[in-house]
């Protein structure tokens, strides 16, 4: 939400800036998060609903200074309330705000998720805000944010083996990261070999023409329950990676992965538990 | 009649171009000459000039292995040309996409006749889509008014090893399986043993990461036994004598092993990418390390993660 203040100020930056005949990326280095995109993507996404900003007591964000390499940026949505009964996290939506498409991704959870922390990884072009909002099971949002620096040198969002990538088409690995103990949040990781690029429109330059092929939906249930469904699109790297957290149980004997491409195309794997301990 | 002819000629080397200062070459062997850029980002201040880049003179024309970062390095090399040679431009040979080494083709694009831009055939797909990002980091780099002009090879080189001739001078175009990038060419020279490496080989900067780890390493072997007796870096400087140049092939090496060694035991005990990236440190005696080792760390983990 854009307040008048905010509004007066950005439309005097532009009269200075005008007189001045610079531009506003001459501002400090983290500018306001009032952006133009996210003044959009709010109203689109969350209408006037008010939302808790960079309080850190439901939803915080993990992720780096600088974008090392762009087509690969580590990012940790991080939940600081347990998804117990009472109040619990049902949604986040991962936004970057520059991004051709700035909604990256949106996860919906249940407490049988266990923790409400999801880690991906997220090309990035320029030097943009990426936030987390948190919807929890009360209907509040919260948000945090952090301002990322895009790569230097010749780091590109674009995959390195375009060959090698659909070769391997579809391929998953699926795996614990933690030990298995009854009522205690249990890390896993999935990954899913896939190009998951925007396709681009026919190059002036090189006159190639490349149709969009990305993965769209990941779910994955435990015991027959869905624990984790994400809407995502290219936002999201080559090869897109999820670790997230699901609740053991007794009788739960395994987790099962299905992923959709844009192509309708879809991929499944099944990861078997060891025993539950009782 | 002949002066008529030589001021003609002369109006049209003025009109053609923009007069640049010829940039500065050493002349590794006889007809072979190389530039060494600086090992640095690109910035407003050097204009691009950070990568190296060299032409080769035959008797009959010249071939250009890459052009530097900038349309200005572009013209710098075309006036190094001038300055040695009247013979036409033949060939421009990039050794792969990134955008420090091909930029200054635009200065080449308007010389007649028209050389043949020669490339990997997996250029193409790579330009088209890094293109935007390209032209962004060079408008952020050099300056808005500094617009960067892509070339479109004309010339696609694949498996098949391409021997051009220069007139009693054969140079010799190879494509690597993906290493540097998926892109990566050579170029050498058999009359002098000059080979240029392009980014297949760092000599001081620290090796950047952006195609495939194990893929270079692989070819790593393979490049060293072209027993080359010089061979020009992409960054860094001319190794010459057969010993300076396997110590350069086995110090990248080094580099890369101990990457993918620290990077797969990482894996091993499950350190998620964030903290491997915070915990790998970059080894001694590399320069430009805090802005590119975090980034292979990266992609080596990103390629790694995918080995059962
Ligand atoms: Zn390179």
Redesign the interface.
Same mark, same amino acid.
């Given at each position: 939400m854009t307040s008048p203040r905010s509004l007066l100020r950005a439309v005097l930056v532009g009269i200075v800036s005008l007189m001045l005949g610079t531009s506003l990326a001459i501002a400090a280095d983290e500018p306001s998060p009032d952006t133009e995109q996210w003044a959009g993507l709010r109203q689109y996404l969350f209408a006037n609903r008010p939302i808790a900003d960079n309080v850190g007591d439901v939803v915080d964000l993990?992720a780096?200074f600088r974008a090392?390499?762009?087509s690969?940026v580590?990012i940790?949505l991080k939940a600081k309330i347990d998804q117990s009964g009472g109040r619990y996290i049902r949604k986040l939506w991962l936004v970057v705000d520059k991004n051709p498409t700035p909604v990256a991704a949106s996860f919906e959870l249940t407490p049988e998720s266990g923790r409400a922390d999801v880690?991906t990884?997220i090309r990035l072009?320029?030097y943009t805000w990426v936030r987390v909002i948190a919807e929890t099971s009360d209907g509040q949002l919260h948000m945090a944010r952090k301002y990322v620096r895009a790569?230097?040198?010749?780091?590109?969002?674009?995959?390195?083996?375009?060959?090698?990538a659909l070769a391997?088409l579809g391929?998953i690995?699926f795996k614990l990261?933690g030990e298995v103990e009854t009522g205690k949040p249990t890390l896993a990781q999935m990954?899913v !070999?896939h190009p998951n +690029?925007s396709g681009?429109q026919m190059?002036q330059?090189?006159?190639?023409f490349?149709p969009p092929q990305y993965v769209r939906h990941v779910e994955v249930a435990y015991g027959g329950k869905v624990i984790l469904s994400a809407d995502v699109d290219f936002s999201i !790297?080559e090869?897109p +990676?999820f670790?997230f957290y699901f609740m053991p149980k007794a009788g739960g004997s395994e987790l099962t992965a299905k992923v959709v491409d844009s192509k309708d195309l879809t991929f499944s794997s099944t990861l078997s538990l060891p025993k539950v301990g009782i | 009649m002949p002066a008529l002819v030589l001021t003609l000629a002369l109006t049209g080397a003025s009109g053609s171009t923009r007069a640049a200062d010829p940039a500065p070459v050493n002349e590794v062997a006889p007809g072979v000459f190389v530039h060494t850029g600086q090992i640095a980002?690109a910035t407003r201040d050097n204009d691009g000039d950070t990568s190296n880049w060299g032409f080769v003179v035959g008797e009959r024309c010249i071939a250009v292995i890459d052009s530097g970062g900038s349309t200005a390095t572009g013209e710098a090399l075309l006036a190094a040309i001038r300055s040695q040679s009247p013979l036409p431009v033949c060939a421009v040979i990039s050794t792969h996409v990134?955008?420090?080494h091909i930029l200054g083709n635009a200065a080449l694009a308007s010389l007649k006749p028209a050389p043949e831009f020669v490339a990997s055939q997996?250029l193409?797909?790579?330009?088209?889509?890094?293109?935007?990002?390209?032209t962004?980091?060079a408008l952020r780099q050099l300056g808005a008014d500094r617009a960067p002009v892509?070339?479109?090879p004309t010339s696609l080189v694949g498996a098949q090893t391409v021997q051009i001739n220069l007139g009693n001078r054969d140079l010799t175009v190879r494509s690597w399986p993906?290493a540097h990038?998926?892109n990566d060419l050579t170029v050498s020279d058999e009359t002098s043993g000059t080979l240029f490496a392009g980014d297949l080989l760092f000599v001081d900067h620290i090796p950047?990461l952006?195609?495939?780890l194990t893929?270079w390493l692989a070819q790593i072997p393979t490049l060293r036994a072209l027993s080359a007796t010089r061979v020009v870096p992409g960054h860094g400087g001319v190794a010459s004598g057969a010993a300076a140049v396997a110590a350069a092939w086995d110090r990248e090496h080094a580099y890369l092993l101990d990457l993918r060694d620290r990077v797969r035991a990482s894996l091993r005990i499950?350190t998620?990418?964030?903290r491997a990236?915070d915990t790998l440190t970059a080894p001694a005696g590399w320069q430009l390390t805090e802005?590119?080792h975090?980034?292979n760390?990266?992609?080596a983990?990103?390629?790694l993660?995918?080995e059962d």
């Amino acid at each position: 939400m854009t307040s008048p203040r905010s509004l007066l100020r950005a439309v005097l930056v532009g009269i200075v800036s005008l007189m001045l005949g610079t531009s506003l990326a001459i501002a400090a280095d983290e500018p306001s998060p009032d952006t133009e995109q996210w003044a959009g993507l709010r109203q689109y996404l969350f209408a006037n609903r008010p939302i808790a900003d960079n309080v850190g007591d439901v939803v915080d964000l993990d992720a780096p200074f600088r974008a090392e390499d762009a087509s690969v940026v580590p990012i940790g949505l991080k939940a600081k309330i347990d998804q117990s009964g009472g109040r619990y996290i049902r949604k986040l939506w991962l936004v970057v705000d520059k991004n051709p498409t700035p909604v990256a991704a949106s996860f919906e959870l249940t407490p049988e998720s266990g923790r409400a922390d999801v880690e991906t990884r997220i090309r990035l072009e320029e030097y943009t805000w990426v936030r987390v909002i948190a919807e929890t099971s009360d209907g509040q949002l919260h948000m945090a944010r952090k301002y990322v620096r895009a790569a230097g040198g010749c780091s590109a969002p674009a995959g390195k083996d375009n060959e090698a990538a659909l070769a391997r088409l579809g391929k998953i690995k699926f795996k614990l990261e933690g030990e298995v103990e009854t009522g205690k949040p249990t890390l896993a990781q999935m990954m899913v !070999s896939h190009p998951n +690029n925007s396709g681009m429109q026919m190059d002036q330059v090189t006159r190639l023409f490349v149709p969009p092929q990305y993965v769209r939906h990941v779910e994955v249930a435990y015991g027959g329950k869905v624990i984790l469904s994400a809407d995502v699109d290219f936002s999201i !790297s080559e090869n897109p +990676n999820f670790r997230f957290y699901f609740m053991p149980k007794a009788g739960g004997s395994e987790l099962t992965a299905k992923v959709v491409d844009s192509k309708d195309l879809t991929f499944s794997s099944t990861l078997s538990l060891p025993k539950v301990g009782i | 009649m002949p002066a008529l002819v030589l001021t003609l000629a002369l109006t049209g080397a003025s009109g053609s171009t923009r007069a640049a200062d010829p940039a500065p070459v050493n002349e590794v062997a006889p007809g072979v000459f190389v530039h060494t850029g600086q090992i640095a980002e690109a910035t407003r201040d050097n204009d691009g000039d950070t990568s190296n880049w060299g032409f080769v003179v035959g008797e009959r024309c010249i071939a250009v292995i890459d052009s530097g970062g900038s349309t200005a390095t572009g013209e710098a090399l075309l006036a190094a040309i001038r300055s040695q040679s009247p013979l036409p431009v033949c060939a421009v040979i990039s050794t792969h996409v990134h955008p420090d080494h091909i930029l200054g083709n635009a200065a080449l694009a308007s010389l007649k006749p028209a050389p043949e831009f020669v490339a990997s055939q997996r250029l193409p797909a790579a330009l088209a889509a890094r293109q935007s990002t390209y032209t962004a980091l060079a408008l952020r780099q050099l300056g808005a008014d500094r617009a960067p002009v892509f070339v479109a090879p004309t010339s696609l080189v694949g498996a098949q090893t391409v021997q051009i001739n220069l007139g009693n001078r054969d140079l010799t175009v190879r494509s690597w399986p993906t290493a540097h990038t998926d892109n990566d060419l050579t170029v050498s020279d058999e009359t002098s043993g000059t080979l240029f490496a392009g980014d297949l080989l760092f000599v001081d900067h620290i090796p950047v990461l952006d195609g495939s780890l194990t893929g270079w390493l692989a070819q790593i072997p393979t490049l060293r036994a072209l027993s080359a007796t010089r061979v020009v870096p992409g960054h860094g400087g001319v190794a010459s004598g057969a010993a300076a140049v396997a110590a350069a092939w086995d110090r990248e090496h080094a580099y890369l092993l101990d990457l993918r060694d620290r990077v797969r035991a990482s894996l091993r005990i499950g350190t998620a990418l964030a903290r491997a990236v915070d915990t790998l440190t970059a080894p001694a005696g590399w320069q430009l390390t805090e802005l590119y080792h975090r980034r292979n760390v990266t992609a080596a983990y990103a390629e790694l993660e995918w080995e059962d």
